[in-house]
């Protein structure tokens, strides 16, 4: 079992460009969640799909996108980069085991740098 | 609004000695979890609390849930260097999956 994975695992961006990151679920894991971490903080909820809907969502602009795939593979887009959207991008991936909700298992990030 | 705050931010201890990591958060909520990031690393999942008096150990790391105060502890006994790392707690507060993390701990183990 490969786990979250993630790719990139590092971007270099310029301010107003476009960024997509992806990430592929644990196997059997239906629900993924993306995280933003800034530097020297704790994670921040993006946004949560599920059966290819955006479930929830957290305090981030419209500038931040997604998309959850038949495979429950994801990708996460940020349009018109900031230099404060430089941060590292955690997926997570939860699922049902029988009928109690798995703990989310957190891929290896990717780090994006806007200049 | 879910406020979850950690103290200390910041913690150096000496091999061998025991220290208490306290999270404390506003609102009820379902489920608390323990991670730990080493540097330039992901999230690794260390516990999982589910119900008010839950605790659970795993070698020199002790995590308790008290639901009423809205406190949860991550006791470290006879701290080793490999203990060195970040630790966040994050709360679930509808059992829904959005975690709200807390500031961090930045843990130091001095040998």
């Known amino acids: 079992d490969a786990g979250v994975t993630q790719s990139p695992t590092h971007l270099i961006k310029t301010r107003g460009q476009q960024v997509t990151l992806r990430c592929s679920p644990k196997?059997?894991?239906?629900?993924v969640s993306w995280y933003q971490q800034a530097l020297g903080q704790g994670p921040q909820f993006i946004f949560q799909?599920?059966?290819?809907?955006?479930?929830q969502r957290g305090n981030f602009p419209d500038r931040f996108s997604g998309h959850q795939f038949p495979n429950y593979s994801s990708e996460l887009n940020v349009n018109a980069l900031l230099l404060g959207d430089s941060a590292l991008y955690l997926c997570?991936?939860?699922?049902?085991?029988?009928?109690?909700?798995?703990?989310?298992?957190f891929g290896p990030g990717t780090r994006l740098l806007v200049l | 609004e879910l406020k979850v705050e950690q103290n200390p931010l910041f913690l150096s201890m000496q091999e061998g000695k025991n220290y208490t990591i306290y999270c404390n958060y506003s609102?009820?909520?379902?489920?608390l979890y323990w991670y730990r990031q080493d540097p330039g690393k992901s999230l690794e999942s260390l516990f999982v609390?589910?119900?008010?008096?839950a605790v659970k150990q795993e070698g020199r790391l002790m995590a308790s849930l008290d639901t009423k105060a809205r406190l949860s502890t991550l006791h470290i006994t006879a701290a080793v260097h490999d203990l060195s790392a970040t630790y966040f707690c994050?709360?679930?507060?509808?059992?829904?999956?959005?975690?709200?993390f807390g500031t961090g701990t930045r843990l130091t183990i001095i040998p």
């Open positions: 997570a991936s939860s699922g049902l085991q029988g009928e109690i909700q798995e703990t989310q298992y």
């Open positions: 196997s059997g894991h239906d629900t």
């Open positions: 799909y599920y059966e290819e809907e955006e479930r």
């Open positions: 609102t009820t909520s379902d489920r």
């Open positions: 609390l589910l119900s008010n008096g």
């Open positions: 994050a709360v679930d507060r509808s059992g829904n999956e959005k975690l709200t």
